[in-house]
């Protein structure tokens, strides 16, 4: 019998050991090559070395053995396929000295990502006159660039940096000398291994192959979003508005962008643009979200503004003096900073929103989606906080291992297995009275460890993507405070905005959502010419779209509602088109039915247009 060898061959996609004999012929060992790896015909090339050099092929007519290739040898497999193959993204990795592990998907992370991939993110220091003792060209310890996940830097930095940036802590990862090749992310699970079928499914049987790791909690060291940052003042004041005339808590999404936090080495930070506020139920102590079926339009809407979700904010406001306007300093040390069913519904959305990662096995690691809290400070005035919670409460949240304590909402508690779901034991770290590291069992588990705060900011200089108004357009899903988004609220909003300038009128985030959304006459497949010229700040393409059908339709809707329109005629709008909005549609004032263009009579009622 022929003396058999092992060949290790590494592809793009992963290291296969094919099996052959010492005296296999080259083509006979390509082909089982090409059957291990699922490719037809001559779709790869075979290597010796992993810069493409000392290639095998079937044409050589040789044996394994006299191309001296012996037992656990490593060969090198390159795809034959078109720019932008898996071989050759491998190759661009590899020349920036960040390669991707074998067995990674391809993936297409955030612009933010890509770019900070891109930069040194050394930090660099100038000479010191009194400890350096060499040339103006020279570096020694005291002025040598530092690396970006330097802890006594970031300690030393004010305020001193708890958490690394994310991309700092990839660096770290990947700044050894084999640049991070077998580096690879992987994200916790907490379920059972299916497919193994050397004893029965759980409850009657579990292995140590299925079986989930136990979790230790740790303090995560880095954080994926760095700051917080809201474009301008009146964004929250507008969000805090509904809690001071009702008193009830409040709910919104934040819309924005992600860019480079230039505070912090490789940092992140996240731009908020606008707030969407989705239907809800709000109580002075509670909240309950309601099914929102906008919510696929918004995020459409806000794609083509170049914007997109990147995070939520809810209120925790008790008001402690209202001649003064203060509030109730509640969460601190001593109590809480988030509870544990807001650490759980934190981690829920943080699993919708998950953070694309060239270096997780799954291409995505952990999540950008950040969480604001507006609630009492120190001085007792509104303040704004900023936290995510870790990946691994992101893990125990995902596979329900976390439930909330009821009377403790400090406390979370890890659930214990039963017949329908196994929980691996999940610990935590204390100190005990005598000064000792002790475990403990997260029954119950101090939600302390799942946390971490961001910083949260308002720009010196506000930014405006979308211009304040003094009298702006009503904010969606306001009914319970008489504030209703309606044709009637349109033309009311149009009649006291008279800029001559017509983009920065219609330039409104949530009178967009209106004209998209309203039922008598939604745009959303003939508004992204408009959409544009709000995302570009383009006022011709603006004028462009003003000048359709569907603009003069919507003045006609306007001038049915009895408003007052004095002054429109400054920019243009109730009468820029008399054509247009004689051919455009009309709704009766009598039954509000929508009419076809040139009708003088209502289809539904009969009466008479007036």
């Excluded at 090559?33 to 010796?48: D, L, P, Q």
């Excluded at 979790?215 to 001071?244: C, G, P, S």
């Excluded at 988004?485 to 009311?492: G, M, N």
Aim: proline share 6%; charged share 25%; glycine share 6%.
């Amino acid at each position: 019998m022929a003396e058999t060898i092992i060949i290790r061959v590494q592809s793009p996609e992963g290291v296969k050991r094919i099996t052959a004999a010492k005296r296999e012929t080259v083509a006979m060992f390509l082909k089982k090559v090409a059957k291990e790896f699922g490719f037809r015909n001559n779709g790869f090339s075979v290597y010796v070395n992993r810069n493409r050099t000392g290639e095998i092929t079937a044409a050589q007519n040789k044996s394994l053995h006299l191309l001296k290739i012996k037992h656990g040898d490593m060969l090198f497999l390159f795809p034959s396929s078109p720019a932008g193959s898996s071989s050759e993204n491998m190759d661009t990795s590899m020349s920036q000295g960040l390669l991707r592990p074998l067995g990674v998907p391809h993936v297409v992370e955030d612009e933010i990502d890509q770019y900070l991939i891109k930069q040194d993110g050394k930090i660099y220091r100038n000479r010191d006159q009194q400890l350096c003792r060499h040339g103006p060209l020279g570096k020694c310890v005291h002025c040598v660039p530092l690396e970006p996940f330097d802890e006594d830097y970031l300690n030393h930095l004010e305020p001193p940096v708890k958490h690394m940036s994310f991309h700092a802590y990839i660096r770290k990862l990947t700044g050894g000398a084999d640049k991070g090749k077998f580096v690879a992310l992987e994200n916790i699970s907490c379920k059972i291994k299916s497919g193994c079928e050397g004893h029965p499914p759980w409850p009657e049987g579990i292995c140590t192959k299925c079986q989930p790791s136990a979790i230790t909690l740790n303090r995560q060291k880095y954080r994926h979003v760095d700051n917080i940052m809201f474009e301008n003042h009146t964004l929250a004041d507008r969000f805090l508005d509904f809690w001071r005339k009702t008193g009830n808590q409040h709910f919104g999404y934040l819309y924005g962008r992600y860019t480079e936090h230039k505070d912090i080495p490789l940092g992140i930070r996240a731009e908020v643009a606008a707030i969407y506020e989705p239907p809800q139920i709000g109580t002075q102590n509670s909240l309950e979200l309601l099914e929102d079926p906008k919510a696929e339009v918004v995020d459409e809407i806000a794609a083509k503004l170049g914007l997109r979700k990147v995070g939520w904010i809810f209120t925790d406001l008790v008001s402690e003096d209202t001649r003064k306007g203060t509030v109730r300093y509640s969460r601190n040390k001593d109590t809480y900073f988030l509870s544990a069913e807001e650490c759980i519904t934190a981690g829920n959305f943080q699993n919708r929103h998950p953070n694309i990662c060239r270096l997780s096995p799954d291409g995505h690691f952990g999540s950008k989606f950040v969480t604001v809290m507006a609630t009492g400070g120190p001085d007792n005035q509104v303040h704004f906080e900023g936290y995510q919670v870790s990946n691994q409460c992101m893990a125990l949240v995902r596979d329900e291992c976390l439930l909330p304590c009821r009377d403790a909402p400090e406390l979370g508690y890890a659930k214990e297995s039963s017949s329908e779901q196994y929980v691996p034991d999940v610990f935590y770290k204390d100190i005990d009275k005598f000064g000792n590291e002790i475990t403990q069992l997260a029954r119950p588990l101090p939600v302390e460890y799942l946390i971490i705060d961001i910083t949260t900011t308002f720009p010196k200089d506000p930014v405006y993507t979308f211009p304040i108004s003094q009298n702006p357009f009503p904010i969606e899903n306001r009914d319970v405070l008489g504030e209703t988004q309606d044709f009637h609220s349109l033309a009311t909003y149009l009649s006291q905005n008279t800029s001559s300038v017509f983009l920065d009128v219609i330039s409104d985030f949530h009178l967009l959502l209106f004209l998209v959304t309203n039922e008598v006459m939604p745009l959303q497949d003939s508004i992204s010419l408009l959409l544009e010229a709000v995302r570009t700040r383009n006022e011709e393409l603006a004028q462009t779209w003003k000048k359709s059908e569907q603009w003069a339709t919507i003045e006609q809707l306007c001038s049915t509602v009895g408003v007052p329109l004095s002054g429109l005629h400054e920019y243009g709008a109730m009468g820029s088109s008399t054509h247009a909005a004689s051919s455009a549609m009309w709704a009766c004032q009598h039954c509000t039915f929508m009419n076809q263009p040139g009708t003088d009579h209502c289809e539904m009622c009969s009466l008479p247009r007036t």
